[in-house]
């Protein structure tokens, strides 16, 4: 079978890189697209299961910090394009342990970066390198404001510091090498197939349990949610119509303090599981805060919706209650993904069972 392009797509086993392997998978058959990830403790190929079988997928167990694994990958199918997703992306586990992020995040971007150059020197023409990264990178807001793509870096935990040093990373090939690359910087994601170490998925799992919610400080931080498909359209718009060397923020104006969420979640959980009102509240535990704990994040995604059209497809509720039908339908892929390694980090984590 001849393909019109061979993708690298890294991090596919992941949260979003599982949802972007399967819109590209099915919506591109032309395209022949394979996913590269270590199948770290975030990594699941139950996430793709449903199309490994697709003749226009494969999959490369590597890892984006080895430079002679990336360089005989890049041999073997000589690559027209790079989506990159794989990265170390957990707030908390970057306090704990900051120094894989550096690895991943930061050398992982740059051996990557370096392979493809190597690679594609000779002719630019019809590649391209996406870098997917975070607004975390922006810092943090007060009451007041949006982050744009203007907005200075001012990346303020490990995680977000070693994805702005890969920003840069990117962006220096860019204008040293001409490396056709193009960015974009999302808010908070939310979904099916979200590892249960972040707050959405982490909830919705001990609220199943009858298990604490553990809200970190008063709870009254706020984050901008996207449904993770909606990142994925927005990935697909900007790979094919971005502009190179230009980067996209991605968001969809739904702001929500930690706490207002998370009663929500509360709510909606007790009329699924026909629990009395009221009883997932009484689960909500407020413990130590996080070191550092950004305030606010909030995106202006402004451009892309001018540019390229890009917006949104769902309301936040409708979002959510879709999300929570999902785990609630898939309750095996929770209980396999929270067995093992995850009950060691969440007792060390909320020194709780
Ligand atoms: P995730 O932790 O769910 O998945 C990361 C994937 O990368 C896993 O499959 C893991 O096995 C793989 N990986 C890790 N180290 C690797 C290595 N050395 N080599 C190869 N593969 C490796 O992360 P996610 O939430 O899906 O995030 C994906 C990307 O999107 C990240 O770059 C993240 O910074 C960015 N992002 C995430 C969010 C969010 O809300 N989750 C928002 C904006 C941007
Ligand atoms: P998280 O999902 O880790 O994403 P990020 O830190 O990258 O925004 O956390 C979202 C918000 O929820 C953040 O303000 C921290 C808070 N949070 C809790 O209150 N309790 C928890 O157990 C977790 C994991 C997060």
């Known amino acids: 079978m001849t393909f019109s392009k061979t993708i690298l797509i890294t991090g596919g086993a992941g949260f979003i890189g599982s949802h972007v392997v399967r819109r590209f998978v099915n919506n591109y058959p032309n395209y022949h697209i394979i996913n590269l990830d270590k199948l770290t403790y975030a990594g699941n190929l139950e996430n793709i299961k449903d199309i490994e079988h697709q ?8 890892d984006i910090t ?18 990159h997703l794989a990265a170390e992306s957990h707030v908390d586990r970057s306090i704990t ?3 894989i992020f550096v690895k991943t995040n930061v050398l992982g971007t740059g051996t990557l970066l370096q392979v493809a150059k190597e690679n594609w020197k000779d002719n630019y023409e019809d590649k ?31 995680y977000s510091a070693s994805k702005a040093s890969s920003d840069h990373l990117v962006r220096a090939f860019y204008h040293t090498y001409h490396l056709p690359v193009v960015l974009s910087n999302c808010s ?15 909830f919705i799992n001990n609220i199943r349990l009858m298990k ?24 697909d718009v900007i790979f094919h119509k971005g502009r190179v060397g230009e980067t996209y923020n991605i968001g969809g104006h739904n702001e929500w303090k930690n706490i207002d969420l998370v009663k929500l979640l509360c709510r909606l959980m007790d009329e699924k599981l026909d629990r009395p009102a009221g009883t997932s509240e009484q689960l909500i535990t407020y413990v130590k805060d996080r070191a550092g704990h950004d305030m606010r994040y909030a995106i202006d995604a402004t451009k892309l919706k001018e540019e390229l059209g890009w917006m949104p497809s769902l309301q936040f509720e409708e979002g959510l209650s879709k999300t ?10 929770l209980d ?6 995850y009950q060691k980090y969440y007792e060390e984590q909320y020194q709780i069972a």
Not at 188 to 196: A, D, I, R, T, W
Not at 324 to 333: E, G, R, V
């Open 324 to 333: 929570i039908d999902w785990y609630l339908s898939n309750q095996t892929w």
């Open 212 to 235: 604490p919610l553990p809200v970190y400080g008063q709870g009254v931080n706020v984050r901008d949610w996207l449904w993770v498909e909606d990142h994925a359209s927005a990935i």
């Open 128 to 158: 391209r390198f996406y870098h997917v990264s975070t607004d975390e990178v922006y810092g943090s807001l007060g009451d007041e404001g949006f982050f744009t793509e203007e907005t200075p870096y001012d990346p303020r935990s490990p």
């Open 66 to 83: 080895e430079l002679e694994q990336i360089r005989q990958l890049f041999q073997q199918y000589q690559f027209d394009a790079v989506i």
């Open 97 to 99: 342990d900051p120094l």
């Open 188 to 202: 908070n994601n939310y979904g099916s197939f979200h590892f249960p170490e972040k707050l959405i998925p982490l």
């Open 55 to 62: 003749p226009n997928y494969s999959f490369e167990r590597a």
């Open 336 to 341: 396999n993904v929270t067995s093992g390694a």
